[in-house]
């Protein structure tokens, strides 16, 4: 079994939180990820590696640091890229270090004797570590395209959201996070690129401030 299925173990004393997100969304959560499993033995697994290589472009955080970070080496894009990295920092603060270890939600497939721990085995039981609620994944990507969206010309930038909506349903597809935390990871990385965005601004502001303040006689 995964490592990330040990550790869910040890959680099975659900948080208030935890078990408040498993009875509200209940619903949603099971009608999304059966008609995802649905999808995945319908194509006879054709979609696995799809999914597992979207997933991979934000692991660990490291494909969005990676681009925030070629931003950065541009001139042109340079705002952008500080918006985006200091995006990424501030949801993972909000995601890893704060509500995943707060609510400590057990991932879907925890449960050996329920349906999701067996459409986890038919995609390939991918391995995760931590808890589920909010995903780190969506959360990341998030970050990174509201930052372009909001510093960016809108009438494209929007675009970027698709990858979004594309990561979230990467990890339900492989069945390591409930619906509900694609939505709880859409939340925090939009909440991280805004506060980013307000702050990179400040600080542009203040250096051009300072650039056009004449030396004194």
């Not at 194509?43 to 979207?54: D, N, Q, R």
């Not at 959360?139 to 395209?145: E, F, I, K, N, S």
């Not at 960016?152 to 909506?165: D, Q, T």
């Not at 939340?187 to 991280?192: E, I, P, R, S």
């Amino acid at each position: 079994m995964a490592a990330g299925a040990g550790k869910g173990k040890q959680s099975m004393e659900l948080t208030y939180m935890a078990e408040w997100l498993n009875t509200v969304f209940a619903g949603y959560d099971h009608a999304l990820l059966s008609a995802l499993h649905s999808l995945a033995q319908a194509a006879g697994g054709f979609f696995t590696p799809l999914f597992y290589g979207v997933s991979l472009l934000a692991e660990h955080g490291i494909g969005m640091l990676a681009l925030s970070l070629a931003l950065i080496c541009f001139k042109r894009t340079r705002r952008v890229g500080l918006c985006a990295l200091c995006a990424v920092c501030c949801g993972a603060l909000l995601t890893n270090f704060t509500l995943k270890l707060w609510i400590a939600r057990p991932r879907p497939f925890i449960d050996t004797a329920g349906p999701y721990h067996a459409w986890w085995q038919f995609v390939g039981a991918p391995m995760v570590s931590e808890f589920s609620f909010p995903s780190g994944h969506t959360t990341a990507t998030m970050a990174v395209m509201t930052s372009i969206f909001l510093c960016c010309n809108k009438k494209y930038s929007w675009i970027g959201f698709l990858l979004v909506l594309l990561m979230g349903a990467s990890r339900n597809y492989l069945m390591v996070h409930y619906p509900s935390d694609i939505l709880g990871g859409i939340l925090a990385g939009a909440l991280g690129a805004v506060a980013a965005f307000y702050l990179t601004k400040a600080l542009c502001g203040r250096g051009h401030g300072r650039a056009r303040t004449p030396a004194a006689p």
